[in-house]
């Protein structure tokens, strides 16, 4: 289950005020919760990269959002290798055309979009397309509404849907499935359905969390109607923080610093729970650092499948993590933004190499990534550069990153050597991938997805403009 | 169970990302956790006057720290009166000379101190007499010593050691008991034992709450193997909002704006947990706007006493909110600063009337009560008048206070006229008491406890200087 924009602040059992979310609040006393769970990307097409493949974006050539999928070693492939039958139910966001859509990479089945659901004006971009497996059922807007004024939207209703009559056909069937239920009400536009509009104390981004946390509470019923819910492994998360510029329509990411686009915690921490009766001992909260770049090697460890052949992975199975078995020990993270590190942990030492809060393109058309919050030297309105001597710390006793360790201390020196160290060898073994995509031209987007034409949903595509734009990551 | 400067953000089940509060979070999931739960004040000495009246501390005189009792219908009054015993364990704040001491004011025990434990210079000021009942048994540095260099100190031990006597004591004699258990080591300056030095992933404020935790452990399960804690109340909360100023020697108030001091939600709202087997269904987490001024109307309610007198309180019995039988309902809150009304709530929505973020005095000497955090027209440095046309935020959508409500929209006439309604009201009833203390008149301290002549701890008042000092609340 792998959420949209939604923060670490955002469930009930993470302290949300509203504390709207029982299912999911449930989920975790079941299980396990993690305070310090790493997206590999604060935005959603690297970071969806980075969760199936195990790498980082920057390996992986996808760093920034609106590209194609490379992760041919993703949990899908190898599970299907192993005679697994997989559905992704939502957002793909790992390119558009037809060589990189879900089918072609290892899922039987899919229901949902290829993209985010932004209203674009249709007569320079193409709205959303919905698939249903291999073919086009209609665009988001036209087909599956949206309504702007009112934030009503049936989606969660149907996603919930194909989730439910997947595990229960499969379950007949008597075959073991992989399900990649990722809805995407959560992100800008927000919407949910009737029953949900207006119920949340927090506005139309309550509601959309209330109908999935919902949409969650069925298929654990589900699951246990089945008596499949103790043989099946449940993983919670989300692909990066909240969108602090949408402002009261974005989530919240709790004490942290800024949020999705930023290398701040507020952009990189993500609520995560996971549930695995017998295996995975019932309330348990966890500070190990874990990377959602884990659950690749983490879902094969439990399944007892290895991995095809070696592939350099940034995540690492944490089975034991979550048995409750392995004490926690020190990992280093490394935050991204487009293909610059801009900061890394190890350790409670977290070091800043740049900083960066809002672009200043951004700001223009009314965004800010850290509205309210003003650190001096820490949120700079400009990409400013520190690895002379990096901004440094302490994520244990601020965790909001307002205090730096003074430079001319103790602490300093031994907090920061061993982030250097492990920067240098990340550096050094580290083979960058280039992005292969141009964002900008409009061509490369899917006009005419295959079955518009049954449903007269066919749109002609503009020239290509073969040029690099700007990418203010 | 009443804290000292403890956040909102301070527990695992307030969603802390270190999350080291296992004792807390058990209370909690035994019984019923508070997300709106406000003090009377967000500091000190008439947070805890509210608590112990029912009353606002406008109504007690009491507005401002340092001053003395007036809490005639305390909890530990009336429940004596009803053959209860009662012992008061740790920080009392609210007066220094004799006549204002807890054993002149209800309660039959006492082991703590009279105010915060500061350290002065006793050449002007006297430091802080530690009490064993009706005598002075040392002083906090120089009897009970507090290492600043180390941050070591043993006080929590002996408050928890204080409290399991008096309990398991007390139910020996078979006799009822009312303890007011005030341990105050997340006051700066922190200390906590050797045990806890060193153990939090959070620093000593950490420290601290690891070691309260563990006492709360060794309370309840000294509740349970005396087989008194079906019989037993318990509740827990924290006088005001987490010392943002403190920095890192401060505690969270999770994604609140500012804290102690302010009349922002990170001031005013507080963690609460009670716990009543058999009479609070487990595992209930409420939104209904409470005030620890029920915390007095609330325990005479369950003890089935009534008040000897009518009294004016600002308080009411949420009995039923905590036994569940109560749907959430509308319910005023006035947030003062000094003798100011700044803000008031009902509903959702949170009304502004004066904003005002760090005194100018206070910003010299290096506070700042929001540090990191800068809303135009809302942290605003000077004390900045709002009457005319109040600030509104939704506190449901934005908790943080971050987006006033556009005050030309409908939602704002429609948020804003029934706190200006309540407010009328409120000002209409109210008597406005007159602070009687000069807290800035040395001699009115105590330098010369009861008790001082045996132990050498006598001191010599300084000449009482009486006048009007200023106090930048
Ligand atoms: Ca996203
Ligand atoms: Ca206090």
């Not at 392995?326 to 900083?355: E, P, Q």
Request: glycine share 10%; net charge positive; charged share 20%.
């Amino acid at each position: 289950m792998f959420m949209d924009d939604m923060g670490w602040g955002d469930l009930g059992i993470y302290g949300n005020p509203a504390s709207e979310t029982p299912n999911l609040d449930r989920l975790a006393e079941e299980g396990i919760k993690f305070t310090d769970m790493y997206t590999g990307s604060s935005i959603c097409s690297p970071s969806r990269a980075s969760l199936l493949s195990g790498r980082l974006p920057i390996r992986n050539g996808f760093y920034s959002d609106g590209q194609f999928a490379r992760a041919s070693y993703a949990p899908q492939v190898v599970l299907g290798e192993n005679g697994y039958q997989n559905k992704i139910v939502g957002k793909w966001h790992l390119g558009h055309r037809e060589r990189y859509l879900p089918l072609n990479h290892g899922f039987h089945e899919w229901f949902g979009a290829p993209n985010c659901h932004y209203k674009y004006d249709t007569t320079v971009q193409p709205n959303i397309p919905v698939y249903k497996n291999r073919e086009m059922t209609g665009r988001y807007y036209q087909d599956y509404k949206i309504d702007h004024k009112t934030g009503l939207g049936n989606l969660t209703q149907l996603y919930t849907q194909e989730a439910l009559e997947f595990i229960e056909r499969k379950t007949k069937q008597n075959e073991n499935f992989f399900l990649y239920w990722a809805p995407d009400a959560t992100h800008t536009p927000l919407y949910a359905s009737k029953e949900f509009r207006g119920k949340s104390k927090r506005g139309l981004y309550g509601d959309a969390i209330m109908e999935i946390d919902a949409g969650v509470g069925k298929i654990m019923a589900l699951l246990k109607k089945l008596d499949i819910d103790k043989n099946t492994f449940v993983f919670f998360s989300s692909d990066n923080g909240a969108a602090t510029y949408a402002f009261t329509n974005g989530g919240s990411n709790g004490p942290f610093l800024c949020g999705k686009q930023t290398t701040f915690e507020g952009g990189y921490r993500q609520p995560a729970l996971a549930r695995f009766p017998g295996k995975i001992p019932a309330g348990q909260i966890t500070n190990q650092v874990s990377l959602l770049m884990d659950l690749l090697p983490t879902i094969l460890d439990f399944a007892d499948i290895k991995m095809p052949r070696n592939l350099t992975l940034d995540g690492q199975s944490i089975r034991n993590v979550m048995e409750g078995t392995s004490k926690v020990y020190d990992r280093g993270v490394f935050y991204y933004r487009g293909n610059a590190l801009f900061k890394s942990r190890y350790g409670f030492y977290k070091a800043h190499f740049y900083t960066w809060n809002t672009p200043a393109e951004a700001i223009k058309i009314g965004y800010h990534y850290c509205p309210g919050q003003r650190i001096e030297n820490v949120t700079t309105s400009q990409m400013t550069n520190y690895t002379d001597k990096p901004l440094l710390f302490h994520l244990g006793r601020d965790p909001g990153e307002k205090f730096p360790i003074d430079p001319t201390t103790e602490e300093y020196r031994i907090g920061l050597a061993p982030i250097l160290k492990i920067v240098q060898q990340h550096k050094d073994k580290l083979i960058k991938a280039k992005p292969e995509f141009n964002l900008c031209d409009l061509a490369i987007q899917n006009w005419a997805p295959r079955g518009c034409e049954k449903i007269n949903r066919c749109m002609k595509a503009p020239p290509s403009y073969v040029y690099k734009c700007f990418w203010p990551y």
